[in-house]
T-cell receptor, first 109, second 115 residues
Framework: GENVEQHPSTLSVQEGDSAVIKCTYS??????FPWYKQELGKRPQLIID?????GEKKDQRIAVTLNKTAKHFSLHITETQPEDSAVYFC????????FGTGTSLTVIP | EPEVTQTPSHQVTQMGQEVILRCVPI?????FYWYRQILGQKVEFLVS????????KSEIFDDQFSVERPDGSNFTLKIRSTKLEDSAMYFC?????????????FGPGTRLTVT
């Protein structure tokens, strides 16, 4: 089955700096890669996704890159704000959704 | 904007008891999912459901678990004989389609506490 690894597990950045979270996957058949933001005690919310036929996607301060050859994809958040503080999960979709272990992002005002 | 809803928000049960967690997916969605998240850990896939049958299930989804769509709106997860390690947040999700790779929308979750 798929194995999704996510790094780092915790990340602290100063407000205004950029944050980068990286994930790798093992199943070359995976073709959809969403990123979820989960605030404490709340549901995961989709913030951005990328499909396997696309290398990069951007939505305002958030971007995702995908390298299919290397089987890794990354989330980039620019100009971070305190409200970006949350746990971020990557996921890879083959037959099922497999989630990464999460990154706890803290943006320090 | 339509949302996935789940009831109850918190369920406390004794070990060995049966629990039923309820979900109402978004009305025009066709694929339904259950996930589990043990406190502080990642989200884990349990099962997907389409056309009144299970599409995929993980190794976590053993004989103690079952899913059902008893009517046109509800989607339920039953745990027959709960164990302490079943304590977790259970999320329901739905999507329009699997093949077209549409995004999943998560419900708010049910926190299950087994004592």
């Amino acid at each position: 089955g798929e194995n999704v690894e996510q790094h780092p597990s915790t990340l602290s950045v100063q407000e205004g700096d950029s944050a980068v979270i990286k994930c790798t996957y093992s199943d070359s058949a995976s073709n959809y890669f969403p990123w979820y933001k989960q605030e404490l005690g709340k549901r995961p919310q989709l913030i951005i996704d990328i499909r396997s036929n696309v290398g990069e996607k951007k939505d305002q301060r958030i971007a995702v890159t995908l390298n299919k050859t290397a089987k890794h994809f990354s989330l980039h958040i620019t100009e971070t704000q305190p409200e970006d503080s949350a746990v971020y999960f990557c996921a890879a979709r083959g037959n099922q959704f497999y989630f990464g272990t999460g990154t706890s992002l803290t943006v320090i005002p | 904007e339509p949302e996935v809803t789940q009831t109850p928000s918190h369920q406390v049960t004794q070990m060995g008891q049966e629990v039923i967690l309820r979900c109402v997916p978004i009305s025009n969605h066709l694929y339904f999912y259950w996930y589990r998240q043990i406190l502080g850990q990642k989200v884990e896939f349990l099962v997907s459901f389409y056309n009144n049958e299970i599409s995929e299930k993980s190794e976590i989804f053993d004989d103690q678990f079952s899913v059902e769509r008893p009517d046109g709106s509800n989607f339920t997860l039953k745990i027959r004989s709960t164990k302490l390690e079943d304590s977790a947040m259970y999320f329901c999700a739905s999507s329009k389609s699997r093949d077209r790779i549409n995004e999943q929308y998560f419900g708010p979750g049910t926190r299950l506490t087994v004592t």
